[in-house]
């Protein structure tokens, strides 16, 4: 596959890069990129909730009524979860919610969204680009024009480029990571990707 690449000003130039065909025109496996979205959500999670049971309630264990004779249900302790401000049963405790995933797994997974953006047309390779001075104004015209500054982009670069990361870090909707550092869920996660042109190659060795 060959895509034309544009430059930073949204023109079109002639020179053109070679898509391997390995990394982005595969049949795409939903199950992988499911698993693989799925992990990293949860990998993100703190798992710091509580709630408190009937050890954590700092109340009485004495007996509240009689046994028998009052007319209504039996209770024994105030720390029961029908009061108010007694304990919650069964509630959220902490816990770790990451798992594991095969490396084969997650390289088939990014293949796959890789090849269905690709297949829909939703990857632009651009000429490799810097900013002299991180200026987020810099960043908001080369995404106008594209005409995709209401929409959802991801930018690819070869290496962290610090001038264009800071220029683009305080736009809504817009990421920008380094070839090594793609994961599914901000592919699956973005409307656009853009692909510095350098990167092709490091995304064909994926």
């Not at 798992?99 to 047309?121: E, G, P, Q, W, Y």
């Not at 390779?125 to 960043?139: G, I, L, Q, R």
Request: no cysteine.
């Amino acid at each position: 596959m060959e895509l034309s690449v544009y430059s930073i000003g949204g023109q079109a130039t002639s020179k053109k890069v070679k898509l391997s065909d390995e990394v982005f025109a595969i049949e795409p496996n939903e199950h992988a990129v499911y698993l693989d979205v799925k992990q990293y959500l949860a990998n993100q999670r703190q798992g710091t909730h509580k709630t408190k049971e009937r050890p954590d309630v700092n109340y009485s264990t004495r007996k509240m009524l009689k046994q028998k004779g009052t007319g209504g249900a039996r209770h024994g302790s105030r720390k029961a979860n029908i009061y108010v401000g007694g304990a919650r049963v069964f509630g959220p405790q902490p816990r770790d919610y990451s798992f594991k995933l095969n490396k084969k797994l997650k390289v088939l997974a990014r293949k796959s969204i890789l090849s269905a953006k690709a297949k829909d047309s939703q990857i632009t390779v651009v000429e490799d680009f810097t900013f002299e001075a991180p200026k987020t104004k810099s960043y908001l015209e080369f995404l106008n024009a594209f005409s995709f500054a209401s929409k959802k982009t991801l930018l690819i670069l070869p290496d962290v480029n610090i001038n264009v990361v800071l220029s683009g870090r305080n736009i809504p909707n817009a990421k920008i990571v380094s070839a090594d550092l793609v994961n599914t869920y901000d592919l699956v996660n973005s409307d656009v990707i853009f692909l510095a042109e350098s990167a092709v190659q490091k995304l064909n060795e994926l």
